[in-house]
């Protein structure tokens, strides 16, 4: 497995922005999709985006219209751009891979996870 490392978290007020980046150790050109799950403190892990290896992306609802993921497959990142930042967007975010070269993406490759902390 290629590994995942994530940066760019922070402390934001209400309103900001942020730019998350997941950078790869390897190639992810042939990567099926790419993601982005965040877990907020007491909470599930949830889906926040994923783009596959065509450029198809999806978001989840409560990021839609505020959130853009895009993959740089030359320099082997994605990037999370966050904007109009919410006091519940406060969650670790963790970038995940699905390696495999097909299918219904199933992420199996997990960074360490970056903290993105909104206030009001």
């Known amino acids: 497995q290629v590994p995942l490392v994530e940066s760019g978290g922070g402390l934001v007020q209400a309103g900001g922005s942020l730019r998350l980046s997941c950078a790869a150790s390897g190639s992810i050109f042939t990567f099926n999709a790419m993601g982005w799950y965040r877990r907020a403190p007491g909470k599930q892990r949830e889906l926040v985006a994923f783009i596959t290896n065509g450029g198809t992306t999806t978001y989840g609802d409560s990021v839609k219209g505020r959130f853009t993921i895009s993959r740089d497959n030359a320099k082997n990142t994605v990037y999370l751009q966050m904007k109009s930042l919410k006091p519940e967007d406060t969650a670790v975010y963790y970038c995940?891979?699905?390696?495999?070269?097909?299918?219904?993406?199933?992420?199996?490759?997990w960074g360490q996870g970056t903290q993105v902390t909104v206030s009001s």
């Open positions: 995940s891979a699905d390696q495999r070269r097909s299918g219904t993406p199933m992420f199996s490759t």
